[in-house]
Antibody
Framework: EVRLLVSGGDLVQPGGSLRLSCEAS????????MTWVRQAPGKGLEWVST???????YYADSVKGRFTISRDISKSTLYLQMNILTAEDTAVYYC????????????WGQGTLVTVSS | QSVLTQPPSVSGAPGQTVTISCTGS?????????VHWYQQLPGTAPKLVIY???IRPSGVPDRFSGSKSGTSASLAISGLQAEDEADYYC?????????FGGGTKLTVL
């Protein structure tokens, strides 16, 4: 059974930094693409970043240059380093495992709340 | 970046069939890229209900079906039940970028 355990959400001041973690189990972590998706309060889903099996990374324009996705294969853990945070980054952040072929997100973690406020 | 357009809301009575549309452009919902659909119940993480346009993951009732034609895709839910009341999102892929639709709130009357 695939499990994704997300942690790291917190209240942070504007301009601050935060690192989210997503501990994965139940599948071969380094083979599958892993993705971060966020959802601002009362809003829809927004793709944030993806790291594919080869290690290549992709970012939404809204976070490019501020956020960094990475993974530790030995720990089966995905990370999202978030810098220069603004109020617009306030959201629940989910990690998701992608399917092997179609860029779908077939398993999701429970989400963690990031609040950017002074 | 690409935009997928969904109606903000749809509704239907129990037992009826509802359809949710997802309209894109040639650069995203095209012949080479698939559309996926997610259900998000209140206060929970999204759940994949259709992938690759029309395939149901294991455990998803066959009341859920998907289709794609040209630059549009649709999710149909037949035999509507109260437990289907949720937000639904379409998603596709465009040159490394994953794209979500704005979401549709389904109300079961």
């Amino acid at each position: 059974e695939v499990r994704l355990l997300v942690s790291g959400g917190d209240l942070v001041q504007p301009g601050g930094s935060l690192r989210l973690s997503c501990e994965a189990s139940g599948f071969t972590f380094n083979i599958f693409a892993m993705t971060w998706v966020r959802q601002a309060p009362g809003k829809g889903l927004e793709w944030v970043s993806t790291i594919i099996g080869s290690g290549t990374t992709y970012y939404a324009d809204s976070v490019k240059g501020r956020f960094t996705i990475s993974r530790d294969i030995s720990k089966s853990t995905l990370y999202l380093q978030m810098n220069i945070l603004t109020a617009e980054d306030t959201a629940v952040y989910y990690c998701a495992k992608e399917g092997i072929w179609n860029y779908d997100m077939d398993s999701w973690g429970q989400g963690t709340l990031v609040t950017v406020s002074s | 970046q690409s935009v997928l357009t969904q109606p903000p809301s749809v509704s239907g009575a129990p037992g009826q069939t509802v359809t949710i549309s997802c309209t894109g452009s040639r650069s995203d919902i095209g012949p080479d890229y698939d559309v996926h659909w997610y259900q998000q119940l209140p206060g929970t993480a999204p759940k994949l209900v259709i992938y690759a346009n029309n395939i149901r993951p294991s455990g998803v009732p066959d009341r859920f079906s998907g289709s794609k034609s040209g630059t549009s895709a649709s999710l149909a839910i037949s035999g509507l039940q109260a437990e289907d009341e949720a937000d639904y999102y379409c998603q596709t892929y465009d040159s490394g970028v994953r794209v979500f639709g704005g979401g549709t709130k389904l109300t079961v009357l």
